[in-house]
């Protein structure tokens, strides 16, 4: 008997078109969360609870916090449940701004605004705006969010109400460049605060602490003390393990207790990929490997996109399903014996290769020619195999299981993981001896990650390959390889999950390192992590000097057209350090002169200098970009570094229109000067 788990039609509402994939007013009070797992987020909801209303002591100090960052990081989620508690918890109304009760509004409604009122008080205490890129009217000719933001803040500061806002950095920078040079506006407290929210520091741990007294006849409350969290350098990966957690939340064996006892779950891809991740070995090789992925792509996994990948490794796409359950599917497809649509759902392909159809090729021309050759074979297959039959016959018809499976960003065929596949650099030729040379090697593997399903797919390319060697024939032998490139696409993504294998997986693995390393106060780091940081200075030292060379022609640093500085002053003062970056200090680095000025450094520019400081690249192969933004800041450094004033070992030369060079050399305080003529030639 077939048993249907209903919590993987759960799960697919949190892919990217389900009713849990958006956190709005609508659900705050009917659903919880899915999966939920505390962070720090919580903490500050819980802070908020008790602090932004009037209470029956009439409180004097209101709150105002906004929370900063970009869609799908958790914002409205953790608005929903500040709702929630509100409600629940502390007995107020929310109302939207026509006064409807948020229980009340249609699932079509997104209200900018709601009011909290407590009590049988007629006026409200709370304004909260759970997303700030909506406006007040869309039909309107004239939409600004920016425009809204102002609005609503001005409003709040003039009822002297707490305030709770949810935006990107972007809806508040330009509501202050639209303002900020309007006397009218700008000299008043409140645009004050958003000055405050754009000059401040967006780190991870960033806050603004103030605490101002509101200016109106009759304030709700005298005074409101005001922080901001940003969001967007929280990552779930690095440093957290909030997407661990996560994980483990949807596979609790309270939710599989069901499929224990299924007749098909030997060939469930998603009980099979539960049962993966509830190895914690291979959990945590495949968490690296993400982690991995979220530095090379500078962008951080929100929560929307980490809770629809758990969906899509655990429930399948809901595009296959329409109106069916997802274990009718799987029983469905198994009773056909199409295993390669089950076998494509596996968290291996998932992963990396959920754009390929049946696991084929993802360029039509290429998958046209496997699919001709495998037809070849199928014509061959006799009626005493019907399981190969009917495996390739299924592939043949071309009704592949969905390749649009959302988390494009991270899963398409030119995504993030697509960019680290290990299929990208050459492999060592013990795991393609392991997994690509060899199917009995792999059936006797004896891994109990490896399914039935990887043995029925092994077992159906067994067989191709044993006929096709009692074959002959040009178009059987083109065949092979064509049989040989679609198993290798299962085979070899199956040894890099388990392997925890990515293309620049130990340039990454560096660069998660240093960025943990520079996170942590210098006061607490080893001999060993200080060494660690010194040497990467040393081996970016070396190669900006080679970048300058090959941008200018010389080892000098160009500070203007014609006038160039060098000198051993020069080397010793303008050393680059590796530090925390001031913007995106979650992913990137960034490399900082003595004077202060700096360079971001990114993953994909971390990894380039690490091969070619590795001497596994020439330098002059970088390139010619990769390090502009460094160089460029090592100009401005020596611009604003003391050069002008250094009594020794310092050299400026200047070229003038008329090819003549002037070379001024300081010695103890002395000037040698020198004229002669640009040689040409």
């Known amino acids: 008997m077939v048993n249907k788990n209903s919590f993987l039609v759960d799960l697919l509402t949190l892919q990217q078109d389900g009713k849990r994939s958006i956190s709005a007013p609508t659900n705050w009070t009917t659903q919880e969360p899915l999966i939920e797992v505390s962070t720090e987020i919580d903490e500050i909801i819980n802070d908020l609870c008790k602090t932004i209303l009037l209470g029956t002591n009439n409180k004097s100090i209101g709150r105002w916090h906004f929370f900063v960052g970009s869609p799908g990081n958790g ?29 009340n509004l249609s699932p079509s409604d997104v209200p900018y605004a709601l009011d909290v009122y407590e009590g049988d008080n007629k006026f409200a205490s709370v304004r909260i705006v759970q997303d700030a890129s909506v406006v007040r009217n869309p039909f309107s000719s004239d939409l600004d969010p920016a425009a809204e933001l102002l609005f609503t803040v001005q ?51 960033g806050t603004l602490e103030r605490e101002l007294a509101f200016s109106a006849h009759k304030p709700v409350f005298s005074r409101v003390k005001v922080a901001y969290s940003c969001l967007d350098n929280r990552s779930l990966l690095i440093g957290s393990d909030t997407f661990d957690r996560l994980i483990l939340k949807a596979i609790e064996l309270e939710h599989w207790t069901v499929c224990l006892d299924c007749t098909v779950n030997k060939l469930c891809p998603f009980k099979a990929n539960r049962d993966w991740l509830c190895n914690s ?52 497809r198994v009773s056909h014996g199409d295993i390669f649509s089950v076998a494509v759902r596996r968290i291996y392909m998932s992963l990396f290769a959920s754009h390929s159809p049946f696991g084929l090729e993802s360029d039509n021309t290429l998958r046209k020619r496997q699919i001709d050759s495998l037809g070849v074979l199928e014509g061959l297959v006799t009626a005493d195999h019907p399981d190969v039959k009917s495996a390739l016959g299924h592939v043949l018809a071309g ?75 040009y178009v059987v032998s083109e065949s092979h390889w064509m049989l040989r490139r679609w198993s290798s696409n299962y085979l070899l993504h199956l040894g890099t999950l388990l392997d925890g294998r990515t293309a620049w997986a130990k340039e990454l693995d560096e660069f998660l390192f240093v960025l943990d390393l520079v996170h942590c106060s210098a006061d607490n780091r080893t001999i060993e992590q200080k060494r660690a940081l010194r040497d990467l200075d040393e081996r970016l030292q070396i190669l900006i000097d080679i970048a300058g060379v090959e941008r200018s ?48 450094l990114v993953a994909s520019t971390f990894l380039w200098l690490s091969r070619a400081a590795g001497g596994h690249l020439a330098p002059h192969c970088l390139p010619s970009d990769l390090l502009r933004g460094v160089l460029d800041a090592r100009i401005r450094a020596a611009s604003r570094s003391g050069y002008a004033f250094a009594d020794n070992d310092i050299t400026i030369e200047i070229r003038t229109d008329n090819k003549e060079i002037f070379r001024l050399e300081r010695f103890d305080g002395d000037v040698a000067v020198e004229q002669h003529m640009e040689e040409i030639g």
């Not at 506006?185 to 967006?202: D, H, I, M, P, R």
């Not at 968490?287 to 991995?292: E, P, Q, S, W």
């Open 75 to 103: 914002k409205s989620a953790a608005i929903g449940k500040l709702c929630r508690h509100l409600i629940t918890d502390f007995g107020c109304e929310i109302r939207n701004e026509e006064g409807c009760s948020i229980k």
């Open 155 to 205: 409003e709040a500061w003039e009822k002297g109400i707490s305030l709770i806002v949810c935006t990107n950095r972007g809806v508040i920078e330009k509501a202050h460049s639209d303002n900020h040079l309007k006397k009218e506006v700008n000299t008043t407290q409140w645009f004050k605060v958003l000055a405050a929210l754009v000059s401040g520091e967006t780190t991870i741990n």
């Open 281 to 332: 070995e291979a959990k945590q090789k495949a968490l690296k490997i993400l982690a991995r992925a979220e530095a090379f792509s500078g962008q951080i996994v929100v929560f929307r996109e980490a809770l629809a990948l758990i969906s899509l490794i655990l429930s399948g796409c809901p595009r296959d399903y329409g109106d069916r359950h997802p274990c009718e599917w799987v029983s469905d």
């Open 399 to 473: 009704q592949s299981p969905s390749t649009d499976v959302g988390v494009t960003r991270l899963l398409d065929r030119e995504g993030v993981l697509a960019q680290i596949d290990p299929w990208r650099e050459s492999l060592p030729a013990r795991f393609y001896d392991n997994w690509d040379g060899d199917y009995d090697a792999v059936r006797s593997e004896g891994n109990q990650l490896i399914t039935e399903i990887e043995h029925r797919c092994l077992e159906t390319w067994a067989f191709l390959e044993q006929m096709i060697e009692s074959t002959s024939g």
């Open 553 to 600: 022609g010389s080892e000098a640093i160009q500070l203007a057209d014609g006038v160039s500085l060098s000198g051993r002053w020069v080397s010793e003062k303008l050393k680059p350090h590796i530090v925390a970056s001031k913007e995106s200090s979650a992913l990137s680095l960034a490399v900082q002169f003595d004077t202060k000025e700096w360079a971001q």
